[in-house]
Nanobody, 123 residues
Framework: QIQVTESGGELVQAGGSLRLSCAAS?????????MAWYRQAPGKERELVAK???????TYADSVQGRFIISRDNPNKKVFLQMSSLKTEDSAMYYC????????????????WGSGTLVIVSA
């Protein structure tokens, strides 16, 4: 069982920056996890914001490309989301997801979600 905990969400003005953190515990094999950030605004579906593989390959939603950067710190079992040039439409609950690779012919990938951290961007 993996516990995923997000932090760093707060109220920020449009145009500002914010860094979200996500910690996985115990995360003994954290370096093998794929990590991702999702967000969900009121009345909207949860959407992928950014993801990073164990090989440091990154993917971003078009809406955040060039403004957000995802990174990971394997020794400390953390992943970060650096957000810049924030817009009011970035306001949402941000969730971190850890995907642990499965074992072929035994079980598939396992996913663990955090409870979220709230980001509010004011005009």
């Amino acid at each position: 069982q993996i516990q995923v905990t997000e932090s760093g969400g707060e109220l920020v003005q449009a145009g500002g920056s914010l860094r979200l953190s996500c910690a996985a515990s115990p995360g003994v094999t954290f370096r093998t996890y794929a990590m991702a950030w999702y967000r969900q605004a009121p009345g909207k579906e949860r959407e992928l914001v950014a993801k990073i593989t164990k090989d440091l390959e990154t993917t971003y939603a078009d809406s955040v490309q060039g403004r957000f950067i995802i990174s990971r710190d394997n020794p400390n079992k953390k992943v970060f989301l650096q957000m810049s040039s924030l817009k009011t439409e970035d306001s949402a609950m941000y969730y971190c997801k850890a995907t642990i690779p499965g074992v072929p012919q035994m079980y598939g990938d396992l996913e663990y979600w955090g409870s979220g951290t709230l980001v509010i961007v004011s005009a």
